[in-house]
Structures are given as C-alpha cells and as structure tokens.
Nanobody, 130 residues
Framework: QPHLVESGGGLVQPGGSLRLQCRPS????????VGWFRQAPGKEREGVSC????????YYADSVKGRFTISRDDDKNRLYLDMDNVKLEDTAVYYC??????????????WGTGTSFDYWGQGTQVTVFS
C-alpha cells in the first residue's frame, strides 16, 4: 500500500519561501498522479497543485498560481512544493496524496476536490506569521 511522508513545514513570514517535500514508499511517483492539498483551521480541504504521471501535466489552484511550484525528482523519487511569496492565508496543514492508479492523470476540473486520491500523508504544518 502506498505510503507518503511530508516534511519541510514550519514558520515563515509573509513574502518568504518554503520548500515542502513528499517522500513516498512502496511506489515510484512518476507512474502516478500526485498532488498537494491543504486544510486550514475551520476550512475545507483545498487542492493546491497536481502533477500527472509520465509527462507530468501540472495544475495549480488559482490562489497559488505564480507563487507555488510543484516538481518531481524521478531519480530521487521525491515530490516538492516550492512556496514563494507566501501570504498569511497560506497557513494550513499541507498534505501530499496519490490516487494509486497506475499511469494516472490529474482529473481536469475535479482534482482539487481530492476525492479521487486514496492515499494521504500525515501532513506538515505551514504557518505564515507577521
């Protein structure tokens, strides 16, 4: 069963940067759609970014476009989320997840709901403070 571990969260000031890492075990990332999601206190879970298997078509939530970058290192089998110019509203627990379906694609229009993702990490806290 796929297992995911996030790391890299912490405290950061507005305008600062942070890099999150997702380390999978039991499967190669490049064969599956994987995504980053976040959930702030009192709010619903939100899709942040998704990268498809293989050629890695990428999608972003409008709220992070131009500030966050998802990437995948196939040699190291790692998923990253580079967060630049962070804002107070980026404060949340960030999760990586995969649907666990071989050669899967991020579902256009619905990946952000997270409902097609079956395997989730424990999350890493990101707190933006002024």
């Amino acid at each position: 069963q796929p297992h995911l571990v996030e790391s890299g969260g912490g405290l950061v000031q507005p305008g600062g940067s942070l890099r999150l890492q997702c380390r999978p075990s039991g499967f190669p990332l490049n064969y599956y759609a994987v995504g980053w999601f976040r959930q702030a206190p009192g709010k619903e879970r939100e899709g942040v970014s998704c990268i498809s298997s293989g050629n890695g078509t990428i999608y972003y939530a409008d709220s992070v476009k131009g500030r966050f970058t998802i990437s995948r290192d196939d040699d190291k089998n790692r998923l990253y989320l580079d967060m630049d110019n962070v804002k107070l509203e980026d404060t949340a627990v960030y999760y990586c997840a995969t649907d666990g379906s071989f050669r899967s694609e991020c579902r256009i229009g619905s990946w952000g709901t997270g409902t097609s993702f079956d395997y989730w990490g424990q999350g890493t806290q990101v707190t933006v403070f002024s």
